[in-house]
């Protein structure tokens, strides 16, 4: 059976631009210094995110932002100046580091938060005229005061997807990689193509090999540093695997029984790489 798992948060998320009220506790504040969220040691591997101000810590702030209400606790980002010291009880880690540690829901927002710091430190200035942007009340935008020029989040949409051949599925692995893992074909849509179009190319362009039967299965924020990734499953059409040797290293067919290292529960890869697994775990056995 196709698992159908979506990555959407459990408890709802309403984004906003300010609070509705006075800023009061419960609240979740995710700070960040060079890019590693500072968290609170609870013993052991347990941690939490802070629940209180960068200047209520002592912290010197360059840069913070409201980002909404998660169920009924307002939710901030912050940037923190230089790399200062973490307080007592709390430390600094990477937020791939934190996959499977903090509640799921805490690590999707710690992804949004991340990517709007991001875009908000590369986009102080504006790119068609250099002045300084200015943040907009209204919306989540930030606005050039001389010529006009609005700047939204980016967000940069990428496919990612499984192509089956009967009982085998198709993995490649990129010099980046750990050794020995191997993962799902993924790659940036371009201008002007369709979704669909874009899974047809990439698998082209990386191994040389046509599919068809393109269905969607999920989505994913990937805020590494800001993707949407949109998971496919296709079918093997025709072809011999060519490596593109610029991007991968290595491609091939896998059955269940002969599965390579595989990417971590993080990525919706691994969600593709399940679906296969379960779907072939539940087919009778040929005779």
Known sequence: MTRQYHFALKTPFLPGIQPDGPNALPAFWFIFSKDKLLIRSLGEEAVSICAVSPETLGLPAIFTRYLGRYGA????????????????????RGLRSLFGVIEDDLFSLAGR???????????????????????RRSELARKCPSCGFISYPRLSPAVIMSVVREDQILLARAPRFPAGMYSTLAGFVEPGETLEEAVRRE???????????????????????????????????????????????????????????????????????ENFINKQQTQPTKT
């Open 203 to 273: 698998i082209r362009e990386e191994v040389a090999v046509e599919v068809d039967n393109i269905q969607y299965v999920a989505s994913q924020p990937w805020p590494f540093p800001h993707s949407i990734m949109i998971g496919f499953s296709a079918t093997y059409a025709g072809g011999e695997i060519r490596i593109d040797d610029k991007e991968i290293e290595a491609a091939g067919w896998f059955s269940v029984n002969e599965l390579p290292l595989l990417p971590s529960r993080i990525s919706i890869a691994r969600l593709l790489i």
């Open 73 to 92: 606790v307002d939710c901030f980002v912050a940037e923190l100046e230089g790399t200062p010291a973490a307080p007592e009880a709390m430390k600094f």
């Open 113 to 135: 938060a991340i990517q709007i710091l991001h875009w908000h430190r590369e986009h102080r200035f504006c790119g068609k005229c250099a002045a300084p942007m200015i943040d």
